[in-house]
């Protein structure tokens, strides 16, 4: 849904997924499509669901295509059971019993999915497993504050080591969610991406035009799963969990080598990355602390400090690609956390290996242009979106230059922001404005917040609700206000001034006016108004 429509739910008029990049090429909600097709179909053969959409969808979830909640998918498409997360193990345990012959309605114990019985019936016995029981999908269509309280546990089940089941009804039936199970091993996520692949997409798509997003990733490596950043609008840790799986070095290496022996390769990798790109091999330094942990993020509201950060393996890794014969340079796509490396609680060892990343990486591995997400300028929609203040980003930024200059580079910080998340009001915005001027930033890597399944800004988009701690929380939700939150990431174009100056004369907002459009006919308009209000004043007390 996302690839189709817009922030603004407008249709989209490409496909980067698929050749030539034209649309129209799948449904909406395909997983529902494409069950409803395949039971018509085929109806006496299991349909089992996998992939991000029934990962995020496998509980009630608020729709923000059709602004409804919507049931657990298994209900929701008449499938048979779900997989989720990263499935390889699930799945190849679920194959294997298949083909022993046991039917899919048996296999209610299996980790790491889902399915549905009659709401009455006994949950399948397992000893090891703690029970939560969700409130119901009715329950959660008459009272937004339950959806919300249900959000709290499946976030905290998706990030702990070892998860609770958790079951909710839904109309006659009960949806079982198994436990995940622990993130793959070194070994194990080496097996499962040294498998032969062809690295080519299906051959049905041979000379039917080049697929934008496979053109993106073709000459990229990810080096690992999962991701501990716990950012309110993201889903990566409901679907690949916040425990860190890495590939070996070797793996890695080996895939560097391939690439770099392939026909079309030019000597450049575009990414040596993975859902954050600067988490590889990190884990908690004593695992029996991580064991009990619940908390959604490792790095936030401060960095946890029974994380290891050291960025020594990661740099290491860079330097061994960037020595293979046939690679030119090796570049950093994947966004960067920077708060880990600003960490002033680290110990010495570990900021001496931040010291060495951050130099490496801005000097071999950029090209021109550092993409770094501080997401907004306002501490209170920050820390709604669990993302560190603005004041580091402006140290990283000194940080960044200091390097530059001593390397003699004239490379460029490219800010990613969002606007209209949850807590994010237009006042917000227009400081955004105010503050990124001042830093000398034309912003053009800027969106909307869209509220995917799953993740704790669209519950708060919902229910306008913090599920933890049940406070209120401001929503920008119709067409209008999202606009004028908008407008404000293009002060500098000029069709906007005039809106804009308007706007925040009639709002009071001079002190943003004044650094946005310090000119002197603002300053002199500006300096009438206030004389005018001095005036006004003295003629009331009179
Ligand atoms: S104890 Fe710290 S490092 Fe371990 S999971 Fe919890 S927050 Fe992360």
Same mark, same amino acid.
């Given at each position: 849904m996302?690839?189709?429509?817009?922030a603004?739910k407008?249709?989209?008029?490409?496909d980067?997924?698929t050749p030539?990049?034209k649309?129209?090429?799948r449904?909406?909600?395909?997983?529902?499509?494409?069950?409803?097709?395949l039971?018509?179909?085929?109806?006496?053969?299991?349909?089992?669901?996998?992939g991000i959409?029934?990962?995020?969808r496998?509980?009630t979830?608020?729709?923000?295509? $059709?602004?409804?909640?919507?049931?657990n998918?298994?209900?929701w498409?008449? #499938?048979?059971?779900?997989?989720?997360g990263?499935?390889e193990k699930?799945?190849?345990?679920?194959?294997i019993?298949?083909?022993?012959g046991?039917?899919?309605?048996?296999l209610?114990t299996?980790?790491?999915?889902?399915?549905?019985?009659d709401?009455?019936?006994?949950l399948?016995?397992?000893k090891?497993?703690?029970?939560?029981?969700l409130f119901s999908?009715?329950?959660?269509?008459?009272?937004?504050? $339950?959806f919300?309280?249900?959000?709290?546990?499946?976030?905290e089940?998706? =990030?702990?080591?070892?998860? #609770?089941?958790?079951?909710?009804?839904?109309g006659?039936?009960?949806?079982?969610v198994?436990?995940a199970?622990?993130? @793959?091993?070194?070994?194990?996520?080496?097996?499962?991406?040294?498998?032969?692949?062809?690295?080519?997409?299906?051959?049905r798509?041979?000379?039917k035009?080049?697929i934008?997003? /496979?053109?993106?990733i073709?000459?990229?490596?990810?080096?690992?799963r999962?991701?501990f950043?716990?950012?309110?609008?993201?889903t990566?840790?409901?679907?690949?969990?916040? /425990?860190? !799986?890495?590939r070996?070095?070797?793996s890695?290496?080996?895939?560097?080598?391939?690439?770099? =022996?392939?026909?079309?390769?030019?000597?450049?990798? !575009?990414?040596?990355?993975g859902?954050?790109?600067?988490?590889?091999?990190?884990?908690?330094?004593?695992?029996s602390?991580?064991?009990?942990c619940?908390?959604? !993020?490792?790095?936030?509201?401060?960095?946890c400090?029974?994380?290891n950060?050291?960025?020594q393996?990661?740099?290491e890794?860079?330097?061994?690609?960037?020595?293979?014969p046939?690679?030119?340079?090796t570049?950093i796509?994947?966004?960067?956390?920077y708060?880990m @490396?600003?960490n002033?609680?680290?110990t010495?060892q570990?900021?001496?290996?931040?010291?060495e990343?951050?130099?490496?990486?801005?000097?071999?591995?950029? !090209?021109?242009?550092?993409k770094?997400?501080?997401?907004h300028t306002?501490d209170t929609v920050l820390?709604?979106?669990?993302?560190?203040? /603005?004041?580091?980003?402006?140290?990283?930024?000194q940080k960044?230059?200091?390097?530059?200059d001593?390397a003699g580079?004239?490379?460029q910080?490219?800010?990613?922001?969002?606007?209209?998340?949850?807590?994010c009001?237009?006042?917000?915005? #227009?400081?955004?404005?105010?503050?990124?001027?001042s830093m000398?930033?034309?912003?053009?890597q800027?969106?909307d917040?869209?509220?995917?399944?799953?993740? @704790?800004?669209?519950?708060?988009?919902?229910?306008?609700?913090?599920?933890y701690?049940?406070?209120?929380?401001?929503?920008a939700?119709?067409k209008e206000e999202k606009? =004028?939150?908008r407008?404000?990431f293009?002060?500098?174009k000029?069709?906007?001034?005039?809106?804009l100056?308007?706007k925040?004369?009639?709002?009071g907002? /001079?002190?943003?006016?004044k650094?946005?459009?310090?000119d002197?006919?603002?300053?002199?308009?500006?300096?009438?108004?206030?004389?005018r209000?001095?005036?006004g004043k003295?003629?009331?007390?009179?």
């Amino acid at each position: 849904m996302v690839n189709h429509y817009t922030a603004g739910k407008r249709l989209r008029s490409n496909d980067a997924y698929t050749p030539g990049g034209k649309s129209g090429f799948r449904p909406d909600y395909a997983t529902v499509v494409y069950t409803d097709i395949l039971k018509k179909l085929f109806p006496d053969i299991p349909v089992i669901l996998g992939g991000i959409e029934a990962s995020l969808r496998r509980f009630t979830h608020f729709d923000y295509w $059709k602004n409804e909640l919507k049931p657990n998918i298994l209900s929701w498409s008449q #499938a048979d059971l779900l997989v989720y997360g990263m499935a390889e193990k699930p799945l190849r345990e679920l194959v294997i019993l298949l083909q022993k012959g046991i039917p899919p309605e048996k296999l209610n114990t299996l980790p790491q999915t889902a399915i549905l019985q009659d709401k009455d019936s006994l949950l399948p016995k397992n000893k090891k497993w703690e029970d939560i029981e969700l409130f119901s999908h009715e329950e959660c269509l008459t009272d937004k504050t $339950k959806f919300a309280q249900n959000f709290k546990h499946i976030e905290e089940e998706s =990030n702990r080591m070892h998860p #609770a089941r958790l079951h909710q009804v839904c109309g006659e039936k009960r949806i079982i969610v198994n436990p995940a199970l622990p993130p @793959l091993r070194e070994k194990e996520v080496d097996y499962s991406f040294d498998l032969p692949y062809t690295r080519l997409p299906h051959p049905r798509y041979h000379n039917k035009g080049a697929i934008p997003a /496979f053109d993106m990733i073709k000459h990229s490596v990810n080096l690992h799963r999962g991701c501990f950043g716990g950012c309110s609008f993201c889903t990566i840790s409901a679907h690949q969990g916040k /425990f860190i !799986s890495s590939r070996s070095e070797k793996s890695i290496l080996q895939e560097v080598e391939q690439i770099a =022996n392939s026909e079309d390769f030019k000597g450049n990798i !575009s990414d040596l990355g993975g859902p954050s790109a600067n988490m590889y091999k990190m884990r908690g330094k004593d695992l029996s602390i991580c064991e009990t942990c619940k908390r959604p !993020s490792c790095i936030f509201p401060s960095v946890c400090k029974n994380l290891n950060t050291s960025h020594q393996p990661l740099t290491e890794i860079y330097r061994k690609a960037d020595n293979i014969p046939g690679i030119k340079r090796t570049y950093i796509g994947s966004g960067v956390r920077y708060d880990m @490396l600003l960490n002033q609680e680290a110990t010495e060892q570990e900021k001496k290996t931040h010291e060495e990343y951050l130099k490496e990486l801005l000097t071999k591995h950029v !090209s021109g242009r550092v993409k770094v997400a501080p997401e907004h300028t306002s501490d209170t929609v920050l820390k709604t979106m669990r993302k560190p203040s /603005f004041s580091l980003f402006k140290k990283f930024t000194q940080k960044f230059q200091k390097i530059n200059d001593e390397a003699g580079l004239n490379q460029q910080i490219i800010p990613y922001f969002i606007s209209s998340h949850p807590a994010c009001e237009e006042r917000d915005m #227009a400081l955004l404005a105010a503050e990124t001027k001042s830093m000398n930033f034309n912003l053009e890597q800027v969106q909307d917040f869209t509220p995917t399944p799953m993740t @704790l800004a669209t519950v708060m988009y919902y229910t306008g609700l913090n599920p933890y701690t049940r406070e209120k929380v401001y929503v920008a939700r119709n067409k209008e206000e999202k606009q =004028n939150q908008r407008q404000f990431f293009f002060w500098y174009k000029p069709e906007m001034r005039q809106q804009l100056e308007s706007k925040m004369k009639r709002l009071g907002w /001079f002190d943003v006016l004044k650094i946005l459009f310090p000119d002197n006919s603002t300053k002199k308009k500006n300096d009438d108004f206030k004389s005018r209000k001095r005036t006004g004043k003295r003629k009331k007390r009179l």
